[in-house]
């Protein structure tokens, strides 16, 4: 069986469940991704309770969409427990590059806690990486750098797997490189696509110590889903309702027939 149908299998089997402190404006779909895909999602933002729910978590998903400072001290009381437990973090870094306090806020939590996989866009990833850009908004910019030695760097820096998402999507653990090019345009009609990519990739690292391959299969199966979902869609309501429905049917036979995953030495 391809790798990636094993590990799906084995969430399906598992039932993970994934602690997640993530953004206001797409915590619904989030959890709903991860319920589609067969694990079990918690929002708990508290700073009361964020370290004894990540202790009962498999994955930590944390995303800086709508960060406060209340966000961020829950986000590091989650992050230590979950470095005690020895769960994967997953931070989805939205908007680094576009503000201070973002910049200032990532670094933090890159620097406190032992995060295992850093996601971004390319101006994201670039910015952390410390080149001079600006992310508009939450949304990329262009970077005029080789985004793969970035990707490999960054994650040789940061004993980290770092995963740059856009048209074609790079995975680095510092050795490896995956490029992963599933996926259709309609993703990008719906709001939260990155944020429900970060969900799947805490998902799949929760069952796949291997934190480079469970995230180039997490974002494989997603794009194969978003691919599948299109053929049935008129518009961004109507596909957003047929992407959860082919994440919860995704099978083994639609991932060998659709992945497009490319490993790079």
């Known amino acids: 069986m391809n790798k990636t149908a094993q590990i799906l299998e084995k969430v399906r089997e598992e039932k993970p469940l994934v602690h997640h402190i993530t953004n206001w404006v797409t915590i619904y779909d989030c959890a709903n991704v991860v319920r589609a895909v067969g694990a079990l999602p918690v929002m708990a933002h508290a700073v009361e309770e964020a370290a004894d729910m990540a202790k009962l978590a498999s994955a930590l998903v944390l995303n800086i969409g709508t960060l406060t400072n209340g966000v961020v001290e829950a986000m590091k009381l989650a992050g230590k427990a979950a470095n005690q437990k020895k769960i994967p973090i997953v931070l989805d870094a939205v908007g680094a590059g576009a503000t201070r306090y973002r910049d200032e806020k990532t670094i933090e ?38 985004m793969q030695m970035i990707a ?30 599933n996926g259709h345009e309609m993703m990008g009609t719906i709001v939260g696509t990155g944020c429900m990519a970060a969900s799947m990739i805490g998902v799949f690292a929760a069952v796949e110590k291997n934190y480079a391959r469970a995230a180039s299969s ?37 991932i060998e027939s659709h992945e497009k995953l490319e490993e790079i030495l």
Request: hydrophobic share 40%.
């Open 109 to 146: 939590l890159i620097r406190e806690l032992q995060i295992d996989i850093i996601k971004g866009n390319c101006s994201e990833i670039a910015r952390i990486a410390g080149i001079d850009v600006v992310t508009k908004g939450v949304e990329a910019t262009r970077v005029e750098e080789d």
């Open 218 to 254: 997490a974002l494989a199966a997603f794009g194969i889903a978003g691919e599948l979902a299109s053929v049935e869609s008129d518009g961004p309501g109507s596909f957003k309702e047929n992407f959860y429905d082919s994440l919860y049917n995704l099978s083994a036979r639609d």
């Open 152 to 181: 490999k760097k960054l994650a040789r820096e940061r004993e980290a797997t770092v995963v740059i998402t856009g048209r074609e999507d790079i995975i680095s653990d510092g050795d490896t490189v995956y490029i992963c090019r």
